[in-house]
């Protein structure tokens, strides 16, 4: 098991950045793909962006291409989630996930992760 827990969240004007961070613990985390996810009430959880075991292979969502950029950090156990140019569009509790050990690449279904945060708010005001 890989416990995750995220932070960086907050409440910010549309057009502002934030950044989302995501620490591992546990299992060895290097070998696993990572991805982050978020849900708006009412609506169902949503792909946002992905990144490949070391880092060489991303996958963002076409609705945050452009203004997001997923990074990660194998020797801290981190992975990051710049968000720029955010809109109020945006707003939704936003969710780090973990592929199973071994599954070194990324995933846009929810189904392909083992492994969830509690996760964090992000509000964008207009």
């Known amino acids: 098991q890989v416990q995750l827990a995220e932070s960086g969240g907050g409440l910010v004007q549309a057009g502002g950045s934030l950044r989302l961070s995501c620490a591992a613990s546990g299992r060895t985390f290097s070998r696993s793909a990572m991805g982050w996810f978020r849900q708006a009430p009412g609506k169902e959880r949503e792909f946002v962006a992905a990144?490949?075991?070391?880092?060489?292979?991303?996958n963002l969502a076409d609705s945050v291409q452009g203004r997001f950029t997923i990074t990660r950090d194998n020797a801290k156990n981190t992975v990051a989630l710049q968000m720029n140019v955010l809109k109020p569009e945006d707003t939704a509790v936003y969710y780090c996930?973990?592929?199973?050990?071994?599954?070194?690449?990324?995933?846009?279904?929810?189904?392909?992760?083992?492994?969830w945060g509690q996760g964090t708010q992000v509000t964008v005001s207009s």
């Open positions: 996930a973990a592929r199973a050990f071994g599954y070194t690449m990324t995933s846009s279904q929810s189904s392909g992760y083992a492994n």
């Open positions: 990144i490949s075991w070391n880092g060489g292979s991303t």
